[in-house]
């Protein structure tokens, strides 16, 4: 039989991973403000949109996504990023329309808002050490983008 246990080396890693939490979630926390901070504007001029977190929740500052003005947008955008070097993703697709999705799901009425969401969105880089200097390179590519469309 098959064990799905982790490895001793993986649990070290993630015991690790688990004492630093804290320090691990205030430095996730602190990238996610200043994406945050520095692309204030370009919600404000209707440039994208920034997460939205309801009033009286809290989150980890796991990721920060923007989404972008249109789903054709979103090809031209991650190009321009990769050409800088910027590691870019659309996040997901969502279950309903992955191959096991289509297969196995039932949904009721159409998911039409999940699936228009889901082509704006974009990912940025975030981890707990990127840097003021690097998160200010990633805004400048991205609005620099979404300057030439």
Do not use: K, M
């Amino acid at each position: 039989g098959s064990s799905y246990l982790p490895s001793e080396l993986v649990a070290a890693f993630l015991f690790a991973q688990l004492e630093g939490a804290e320090a691990i979630t205030s430095a996730r926390l602190a990238v996610w403000r200043r994406y945050h901070e520095l692309l204030a504007p370009f919600e404000a001029a209707e440039r994208l949109r920034r997460p939205i977190v309801p009033a009286g929740c809290e989150h980890n500052g796991h990721l920060y996504y923007v989404l972008l003005p249109d789903p054709a947008s979103r090809p031209a955008v991650l190009d321009a990023l990769r050409a800088e070097g910027i590691g870019v993703v659309f996040h997901y697709v969502p279950l309903h329309n992955s191959p096991a999705g289509r297969r196995y799901c039932r949904t009721s009425g159409s998911l039409a808002v999940t699936e228009e969401a889901a082509e704006r969105l974009v990912r940025l880089p975030l981890w707990s050490g990127i840097g003021e200097e690097r998160q200010e390179r990633v805004v400048a590519a991205l609005t620099g983008a979404l300057g030439r469309l």
